[in-house]
């Protein structure tokens, strides 16, 4: 199943920053990280402003990725709030 998503600048840039120390975690344990790999260039590669479809497979990494870099700014009492919009528009 796709759902289409609209992709700004600002969301644009929330996920790949995200989805980069995701990919690399992954990456250091030994997991597979084609799938958050391909998705970085997707999303890398998609013009701001426009809607894109993505697989629910797809958002369910987006979320995992965006959740972890929001608790993690949390942690060190940072500003979260642009993550947070992101993550919502993936529900």
């Given at each position: 199943?796709?759902?289409?998503?609209?992709?700004?600048?600002?969301?644009?840039?929330?996920?790949?920053?995200s989805l980069a120390p995701y990919y690399y975690r992954e990456?250091?344990?030994?997991?597979?990280?084609?799938?958050?790999?391909?998705?970085?260039?997707?999303?890398?590669?998609?013009?701001?402003?426009?809607?894109?479809?993505?697989?629910?497979?797809?958002?369910?990494?987006?979320?995992?990725?965006?959740?972890?870099?929001?608790?993690?700014?949390?942690?060190?009492?940072?500003?979260?709030?642009?993550?947070?919009d992101m993550l919502l528009k993936l529900f």
């Open positions: 199943m796709m759902r289409k998503i609209k992709l700004t600048r600002a969301n644009k840039s929330i996920l790949l920053k990456r250091a344990l030994g997991h597979s990280t084609q799938e958050s790999g391909r998705l970085i260039l997707k999303i890398n590669s998609l013009p701001a402003d426009k809607r894109a479809s993505f697989s629910t497979d797809e958002i369910r990494l987006m979320r995992t990725a965006i959740n972890q870099l929001r608790n993690e700014r949390l942690a060190k009492g940072q500003y979260t709030d642009a993550a947070d």
